[in-house]
C-alpha cells in the first residue's frame, strides 16, 4: 500500500513558465515533508520542505504547499528553467516520531523545453 | 563541508565475494541512513544509525551487514549478495532523526553477477 503517492510520472513544461508537481498522502500521522531532485547517476537534493503546522513555504523559486485537510502537498517551481529538468520525489514522515524515516513517491519526470 | 562522500562510486562483484560500501560527512550530524533504490523506483529505507545506534533495520536480509565506526562514517558491508541486489547504495545524514532533512550522497552503483 503506497502511503504516497504521485500520481503523474511525467511533466512537461515551457521555460519560464510555472511547473506544478502534486503528491498525495493517505498516512494522516504524516507531519513533515519535503521534495527532492534527482539527476541521473547522482544522489537526491534536497530542496524544500513543510511541516504540518504550515501551509506554504517559499525558498526562492520553490514554493510547497500543504492542504492537510485534503492530504494533498504541491510544489511550484516558478519560472521554471531548463536546468530543472530532472526527477522530483516527495518524501514525507512521522516527525514526531523521532525515527528519521522517510517514505518516498514513485516520483515526477519534470522536463523543461527551452 | 557540506556533502556526503561514498566510495567506490561503481563496484561489481560475484555472489561469493565480500565487499564494502563507504560512506562519510563531516557536517557534525548525528543520524546516517542507507537507502537502496533501483531503476525508476523511488529510494527505499534500508537501515538508520542515529548517535551511533542502529535504530531501524527494516527487515534488510543479514547478508547486508551496516557498521557505524564513529559519527562520520557509516559502512555497508555485503556477503553473498543475489543478482537481484544489484541497485544504486544511498547513504544519507541529517542532524538528528527529528524533523529533519537528510542529505544524500552520490550513491555507489551495484552489480551482482
Known amino acids: 500500500d503506497q502511503q504516497v503517492k504521485q500520481n503523474s510520472p511525467s511533466l512537461s513544461v515551457q521555460e519560464g513558465r510555472i511547473s506544478i508537481l502534486n503528491c498525495d498522502y493517505t498516512?494522516?500521522?504524516?507531519?513533515?515533508f519535503l521534495w527532492y531532485k534527482k539527476y541521473p547517476a547522482e544522489g537526491p537534493t534536497f530542496l524544500i520542505s513543510?511541516?504540518?503546522?504550515?501551509d506554504k513555504n517559499e525558498d526562492g523559486r520553490f514554493t510547497v504547499f500543504l492542504n492537510k485537510s485534503a492530504k494533498h502537498l504541491s510544489l511550484h517551481i516558478v519560472p521554471s528553467q531548463p536546468g530543472d529538468s530532472a526527477v522530483y520525489f516527495c518524501a514525507a514522515s512521522e516527525g514526531s516520531s523521532n525515527t528519521g524515516k522517510l517514505i518516498f513517491g514513485q516520483g515526477t519526470t519534470l522536463q523543461v523545453k527551452p | 563541508d557540506t556533502e556526503v562522500t561514498q566510495t567506490p562510486k561503481h563496484l561489481v562483484m560475484g555472489m561469493t565475494n565480500k565487499k564494502s560500501l563507504k560512506c562519510e560527512q563531516h557536517?557534525?550530524?548525528?543520524?546516517m541512513y542507507w537507502y537502496k533504490q533501483k531503476a525508476k523506483k523511488p529510494p527505499e529505507l534500508m537501515f538508520v544509525y542515529s548517535y551511533e545506534k542502529l535504530s531501524i533495520n527494516e527487515s534488510v536480509p543479514s547478508r547486508f551487514s551496516p557498521e557505524c565506526p564513529n559519527s562520520s562514517l557509516l559502512n555497508l558491508h555485503l556477503h553473498a549478495l543475489q543478482p537481484e541486489d544489484s541497485a544504486l547504495y544511498l547513504c544519507a545524514s541529517s542532524q538528528e532523526t527529528l524533523y529533519n532533512e537528510q542529505f544524500f550522497g552520490p550513491g555507489t552503483r551495484l552489480t551482482v553477477l
Open positions: 513543510i511541516s504540518s503546522i504550515k
Open positions: 498516512n494522516s500521522m504524516f507531519d513533515y
Open positions: 557536517m557534525g550530524h548525528r543520524a
